[in-house]
């Protein structure tokens, strides 16, 4: 009976190390199970930080864009509008000009309306010694905007 004892303490002491060795690997599946877990977990918000910094980055650069476009608008607008001042001032009429380009009258007088405004050129008084020739428009400041002060720009 000894011999089939000893079969079956080593049979026990087999087994014993096939589950010590089935332990060892599902705790080693469930340590890798648990880091994979958490880098899902961390990769997931850190697209919820990617979606909200393009939202961010997308309303900011709409913004840029936007205020780019209104002001090239208002450049061309311009361009427009002293295109048709000076078509009026050789003579033509706002039918004239609306049927020479194709729109109608209320487009050109709108665009009309963006043209640049004149300014009225005032005779100067005094000496002509720095090259005024009697004739003085508005002067620019320093800061770059228009007074009606020829010295100001000198300032």
């Given at each position: ?6 079969s ?8 014993r ?11 080693a ?7 994979n877990a ?7 918000a850190?697209?919820?930080e990617?979606?909200?910094?393009e ?6 650069v709409?913004?840029?864009?936007r205020?780019?476009a209104?002001?090239?608008?208002a450049g061309?607008?311009?361009?427009a509008g002293?295109?048709?001042?000076l078509?009026?001032?050789s ?13 109608g009258?209320?487009?050109v ?11 009225k050129?005032?005779a100067?008084?005094g ?12 002067s ?10 020829p010295e100001?720009?000198w300032?």
């Open positions: 009976m000894t011999a089939a004892g000893t079956k303490v080593e049979a026990r002491r087999r087994a190390e096939a589950t010590r060795r089935a332990n060892e690997a599902r705790a599946r469930e340590k890798a199970n648990i880091e958490a880098n899902y977990m961390v990769a997931k850190r697209l919820a990617i979606d909200a910094w939202t961010e980055r997308l309303a900011a709409t913004e840029q864009v205020a780019e209104t002001k090239r608008r061309t607008r311009a361009a002293a295109a048709i001042r078509l009026r001032e003579g033509e009429t706002l039918t004239t000009i609306a049927e020479l380009t194709g729109d009258v209320g487009e007088r709108a665009m009309l309306r963006h043209a640049p405004k004149i300014e050129r005032t100067r008084k000496s002509h010694a720095l090259g005024g020739f009697g004739v003085v428009g508005p620019v400041s320093p800061g770059g905007g228009a007074t009606d002060n100001a720009a300032a």
